[in-house]
């Protein structure tokens, strides 16, 4: 498997340690709404690139737009790290755009480190950064 999830509440969070294959794709469009259904409400995603991953291939890819509402529908916000830089992340953030592109405007805001997503999730759910890591980290996602 190409990540590593966990949830907390509402809070969902995904760490992608590798790229992403259609196995993992299929995973995510069962896992999310599952996840939202027992949460009782909108998911708040925080969804880690880790660095030095590869981009998924042309199919991966088209599959990923083609169910990118499950995203949307199940997230009130999604929080995206980049963790690179670089050509390779470039190509990532390329692939990520493209997403970006057919998702609900404003839903998705995208960040190089997962201390300033953590900020920026503190506020829209009005919680300590201290608080909302410790939740985060209980999720078993985060390295």
Known sequence: MAYVAGA??????????????????DQLIHE???T?????????ALSIITAGIGIPDG?????????????????????VVLEDTGFAATLVRTVLAELLLVTKRGIVKVF???????VAMAMRLREQPGTLR?????????E
Not at 37 to 43: K, V
Not at 112 to 118: E, N, P, R
Not at 134 to 142: F, N, S
């Open 8 to 25: 907390n509440g509402r809070l969902y969070v995904v760490r992608w340690t590798t790229a992403v294959t259609l196995p993992d794709v």
């Open 32 to 34: 999310l709404p599952k």
């Open 36 to 44: 939202r259904r027992q949460a009782g409400e909108p998911l708040v």
């Open 59 to 79: 199919q991966t890819r088209r599959v990923m737009l083609k169910h990118q509402h499950i995203w949307s529908d199940n997230c009130e916000m999604i929080f």
């Open 112 to 118: 190089s480190s997962v201390d300033a997503a953590i």
């Open 134 to 142: 410790r939740r985060i980290e209980q999720t078993g996602a985060l």
